[in-house]
Structures are given as C-alpha cells and as structure tokens.
C-alpha cells in the first residue's frame, strides 16, 4: 500500500527529499496521509492549518487535532483564524472563494518568510477529475479542462496521480485517525453528488475513469502546450508596444487569420472579457469603439486595439487650453480643428460654435446633478437618466467622457452633442472636435 | 415554438434553401421534427431511410411509417435493407460501428449518384453533450471533446443547436407522430444512463448547462484551429518526404520542441498510435527501433522517422546476391561488410564467418516451423517460442525479420544471432551485417 505513495514522492518528485517542505493540512483523511507518508520518509516538513470559523466547535477541534498531531510527531504546526465570513462579505465573494484566497494568501506568506522552499496540498486525482466536471459544467475552454498541475510554482500537489480509494487504503492500513467534515457547503454537496452519483455511471461506461482521465487531460495540456507555442510566435508580430498597464495590438494580425476569434480569445481571456463576439466586430469598428471588462477596456483605435487597465474609481480630469491643442485621453487623441463648413456627422466628431467656447475646457468623467441639452432634442436632460436610457452599464458610465465648457457640457463623448453649443446662422467660425 | 427553428435554417444554414436535400430518417421524433420543419420551409426534400434489421417486425414498421410519411407529404423516399450482423461479424466490428458505416456510406453513394447537394441529419444538443460524455469517460484528446460539426462536407446536422427538449416541444405543437425505438442496445442504454442520471446532476451544477456546453466547445474549437494553424507550420519544417503510404519526419524538429511529445501525438495520432511514451523513446533511440499500430509502423532511421503503413500479410522476401551488397527493407538499409575483427555488439549490428554464408542469403517473414540457434544459449529454439518468450504482439512478428542463409536462420533482425554462424576460432573472415 505505501509503495507507490513513497515511490511517487522519491523518485517522480525527488526535489522536495531535501527541501524544507509546509504541510497545508486541514485534518481530513487526505491531509492526513500526506503528513503520515512525508513523515515516513523523513521529509523536512512543517504544518500549516487555517481556520475558518465556519462550523464553530468543529471547526476549533479541527485545529486542535492538527495541533496535537504535531505534537505527537514532534513537527512544528503554524495555524491561523480567519473571519471568513467578513472577508467574503467585504470583498463581495462567495464563502468559498474567500476561504481559498485566505488559504493560500497565507500560505505564501508563512513560505516566504519562514524559507520553506515548496508548499504541499494533499488533492488526489478524484479532486482533478471533480474539478473537470464542475468546470465543464460551468462552461470553460481548454485550460479549465487540463486539471489541477502537479507542480505549479511552490505548490505541489504530492498526491495527484491517486485515486481517493487509495488514499483511504492508505489511511486505513496504517490506521490512521482523521477528523470528517460535516458540513453541507454547496460545494461540498456539490462534490459528493459528482462522487456518489455522476462519477459512478461515467465507470460503468469505463471502468479504468481515472486512468483515461490522466491521459485525456496529458494530451489535452499537450494541445495546450502546441497552442502557446503557436501564440508566442503570434504575439511577436500582433504586439505593437508594452507600456505599463498598457498593451497595443495590431489589428490587421487578427484579421488575417482563419479564425481570429479564436486569437482574440486566447489573447484577451485573462482580461475578464467574455463577449468574444463584440470583440470580433471591434477588428472593424471605427476608432473609439471599445469593449469592457470589469478589470479592463479594449479600444479600436486606428488599425491597432489598445488594451488597458481600468483603475476603479481612476479620476479622468484633463484641462484643454486652446483651440489648437491635440489631447490624449485614455480612449485616443481629442483634436480640435477650424473647418469651413459641418461635414459629415459622426459619434466621434461634433462641429460647435467656436464663440461659445470659454476656454480652458475640461474634459471629465460625469457626476451627480450633471445636466444637458441633448442634441436634437428639446430641453434638457439629466445625465444619469440619458445613461439610464441608454442602458449604460455601471462600468460605460466611469468610461465615458464629458467635454464641459465651464459648467455646461458640450459633448458627451462618443454620444451625444449638445444642442447649445451647436452650428447655427449665426455662427461665424466652426470647430470641429474629434476622438480620433 | 416553430420560429428559432426555422430562423435557424433561413439564416444561419442559408445555403440549403437552394439546394436538393436528403434526410436521413429513422421515424424517431428528432427525424421526424427535421423532415417537419423542412417541409414547412418549402425546401427540396428526399427521405432517406435505412433498415437494419436489427429489431424484426418493428424495424420493419419504422420503414413503413418512413414509406408511409413520405406518401403523406408527396415526396420521395428511398429505403434500403441492411444485413447488419452479417456485416458486423465479417469486418469484426460491433453492429453500432457497422450500423454508422453502412449508413453514412449509402447516404453518401445516393446523395452522389442522384446530386443531392447535402444529407440532413437531426442531432441535437444533447446528442452532442453526450458524445462528449462518452468520449471524455473512454479518455480522449482535444478532437474527442470539440463535438459533431454542424457542417462537415455533405453532412449538415440542422437541429444542432436545440435541445433534445426543443425538439420534443416542437413536435408535440405540431401534433406530430414518430415512431419510438424500444430497443434496449448497449449504446441506447448508455444515453439513457447520461440522459437521466448523469446530465440531470450537471444541470443541478449550472441550469444552463446546454448553452455553457456550446461556448465551452466552441472555445475548444478555437483552440483546435490555433492548433491546427501551428501545426501547419511544424509540418513545413518537420515534414522531409511525402511518398505513396510512406512519409519522412526530421528528427531534431520534434526534439527542439519544449514538449516534443505533443507534437508526436498531433502528428501521428491517425494513424492508430497510443503509446507516446515509446514514441518519444524512438527520437533518441537508435537506428532500426520501430514502434507499431495497427496500420502503421514508425521507425527511427538515422535523424529521420519513418512512416509507413503495413500491409496487412505483406510478404517480404529479398534475395541478397553477394556480400558487397546493401539491401533496402522496411525496416532500414541492411549492410554487409568485411572487418577485421568484432567491434562493439549492439542489436542492430552482428559479426559472422564470412566462410559459413551461402549466397544468395534471403530476407524474409518467420512461418511455423522456423527453429534457430539463439547466440549464447545452447541447443536450439522454435521461433514461435521464442516470439512467445519475448511477448511479441502478432505485429511484431510480422515485422520481425529473419537472415537466412540456405534453410539456417543466421539473424532473427534486431532481436537475436545464431550460434551457428558466430566468430570462432577457426573464422577467417569476419563479415559484419547491419541494419542501418
């Protein structure tokens, strides 16, 4: 029973024999084997347990049972309380994601500061197989599919390649004690229905799941592999420039691909965006267009697509001086120029009247009891209810722009002109302004 | 209820409404609904309906109802009896493989002899999300999870988008009649295991379980091209000669990859391959080593891979006139030349008196009955015993060649010498035979 247990770590993952090793042990029967199997052999180890209060006495004696487990094998063990509950109702997470972001914020930190070279998890294939599942059913693309990694920075997961059947062997022969969690968190819940009643009927279909599980997902990362080589070639010719915070692509290195949805998506999913359908129409969209995600904006400007972040809360104040100044904003250029007569109107261009302009204007982003004249319209509007009417979402409205001359707007960017200041009889000279 | 449907066809699927179709009609309610809608649509039907007797009377009365519908709407039907245990039993296959080859096989040969322009079929969503299922249970790769194509070639499945639900609901709104299959087949059982069982607890997971499916394989088919796009690449590196059932892949091509072994799997994967392993093994094996499909042989020879298919009873016998000569086989170039005394021995390589030989020396496959002299062991060994002793698979053997000088076996290739023709003493010349 210990063998293959003892060989995996001595020989598939010789590197931790001679590091200093945390334990992240929450009490349950897979913790538990991991610590019995890296004490076995000698391993430099340490535990690390979190509690996180949320089945109160049980939760206490969980941590007490890692203490005096410690104890009984004569290791160090770090534990540390968290207010869950608060972190998750701050941070408007659910329970779950705020335990995982505590767990391994802390784990991290305990490693840095106390020089332990890799931190170990006691996931077992089933977890991974689970995950595929929960995953899959949620929707997700090929790297929600390839599993947990066995070795991904400091984190090692010494017990991926066994099944929770083994485990238990394990546990069992060396009549190991663990504590069970009672709890019914709908993840919990959700894990077992997948373990007692989907993983069962996907045996009977094969009845070796879990080894064609390891092969699908190596060659599922193998394709992986093959599709990031491909975009490191890709993005050495589609990456115009990295500033910080700030990266420009090449529009037309998108468009001549088969698929450029596809290397939209590869190129732009860790940004939060999921409608890859707006991002497509974006290749032709004209300049200023822009999509958002909640973490970041993607503009067309000219032939390239700007990526940025957005800083929640960012202030957008910037002061225009004169008539014959160009002005970067963050979605492009604003330029002002004399022109002759009103071309053809555009939602990135507006012809005004040069005489009403009280320079210096200030370009900003809108705020409560702003008021305008809406274009076309008769009288006056609240901003908040044309943004109301227009369906903007939280994150259109901070990324919209207003062009106010004094206190009155002039333009609300990319909209909506204002009927005040517009071309009329009596205007003498015509400024275009333009978001280019 | 009629509308997504037919919006489906009008618009997503444009390119039938001019064009002569065949439906592939079982009479079950999916069929049914796809001729239906069809019909209503004023497109240019035929039914297509194939019997394969595998159920007596009532696979009989599912062709009369085909027969019978197409009478009702005035439109054509064809019909064709199928042996299919017969065919299944002969081709060694089950009867639901036959079943799916002799049906796409006869659509295919009607839809060309009578220029039908495409062949509908009716599977739906959760035909598509059980496929997934089941490859994903049996281990898969990428192309296992991507789905049936909506269009592949003449094949256009029509009702793909919709759900097994959508399709009842249609037909049940239009008082529809369809036959139901009361069979109980291995794969129905299994579907229906899925259906009831498994998908239902995936649904509990995400309630729009369907619709994430679709975005998770089109993510999947994105990846697939990106893939794909690389591939092409590699190809034009990697790729030295294409010749009829022969191709030569570079060597260092694959080994300067970050992981060599998906660009193994992604080259040779159709060609019936499935130990990786021993594919990345063969890129420094030395010259000679092979690994088999069932179709295929891959040899390493010198810094190229050889691929070739294998005629099934493919019967080598080449005559090697004097030992001057060097001899082109499946497997390499077979070498003979005179030296003075033993170098290194290695299995690709091995040393005999020159004085033993008795030219012509004949190449050839093992056949019951071949007994040799196996170097360093006494007395004398069958063949097949040998074979046995050493698990050769029935490829194997094939692929195994023997030296044979007269009726004496003088080198079963690349696996052992005979004693009878060794260096001794007494030999004069030493004549080194090689496999390069």
Chains 1, 2 share one sequence.
């Not at 010789?14 to 090793?21: E, I, K, Y």
């Not at 067309?300 to 957005?310: A, G, N, P, V, W």
């Amino acid at each position: 029973m210990l063998e293959p247990f003892k060989n995996h770590i001595l020989y598939n993952l010789s590197f931790l024999n001679n590091a200093r090793l945390l334990i992240a042990i929450s009490g349950g029967v897979d913790s538990v084997v991991l610590t019995h199997l890296c004490y076995q052999l000698g391993l430099d180890i340490s535990l690390a347990h979190c509690n996180f209060n949320l089945r109160g006495k049980e939760s206490d004696g969980d941590e007490e049972f890692v203490v005096q487990l410690a104890d009984n094998l004569d290791i160090e063990a770090f534990t540390e309380s968290f207010n869950t509950e608060g972190y998750a109702s701050e941070n408007k997470m659910s329970i779950q994601m705020a335990a995982r972001e505590l767990r391994y914020y802390w784990f991290d930190e305990l490693a840095q500061q106390l020089g332990f070279d890799y931190i170990l998890t006691a996931h077992h294939a089933d977890d991974n197989l689970e995950t595929f599942l929960i995953n899959f059913s949620r929707g997700t693309g090929l790297d929600g599919l390839t599993g947990i990694p066995e070795v991904n920075n400091k984190f090692v997961r010494a017990l991926l390649p066994f099944s929770r059947e083994n485990v238990i062997d394990y546990a069992k022969a060396n009549n190991l004690i663990w504590r069970v969690d009672s709890s019914n968190a709908s993840t919990k819940y959700l894990r077992n229905k997948l373990r007692h009643e989907v993983i069962p009927i996907l045996k009977e279909i094969n009845p070796s799941l879990l080894q064609s599980y390891q092969s699908t997902i190596n060659n599922l990362g193998d394709a992986t592999d093959i599709v990031e080589d491909h975009l490191e070639l890709f993005f050495e010719d589609a990456v115009e420039s990295i500033e910080d915070n700030k990266m420009t692509f090449n529009v037309s290195e998108f468009k001549k691909q088969n698929n450029p949805r596809a290397y939209l998506f590869e190129t732009f999913k860790d940004y939060g965006f999921t409608e890859w359908n707006d991002a497509l129409n974006l290749l032709d969209a004209q300049s200023g267009k822009y999509i958002l995600s909640s973490t970041h904006r993607l503009i067309k400007h000219q032939d390239s697509l700007l990526l940025s972040e957005i800083v929640p809360g960012e202030l957008i104040e910037i002061t225009i001086t004169d008539s014959n100044q160009e002005v970067e904003t963050p979605f492009g250029i604003l330029s002002f120029s004399e022109v002759d007569e009103i071309q053809n109107n555009s939602i990135t261009a507006i012809y005004v009247d040069k005489a009403l302009l009280k320079f210096p204007l200030l370009i900003r982003q809108w705020k409560v009891g702003d008021v305008f004249f809406p274009f076309g319209m008769k009288g006056k509007k609240k901003v908040s209810k044309y943004f109301k009417d227009e369906k903007l979402s939280l994150l259109d409205k901070e990324s919209t722009l207003l062009l106010c001359s004094e206190d009155n707007i002039v333009w609300v960017v990319n909209r909506r002109a204002d009927n005040r200041f517009r071309v009329t009889e009596e205007t003498e000279e015509i400024i275009k302004v333009e978001l280019k």
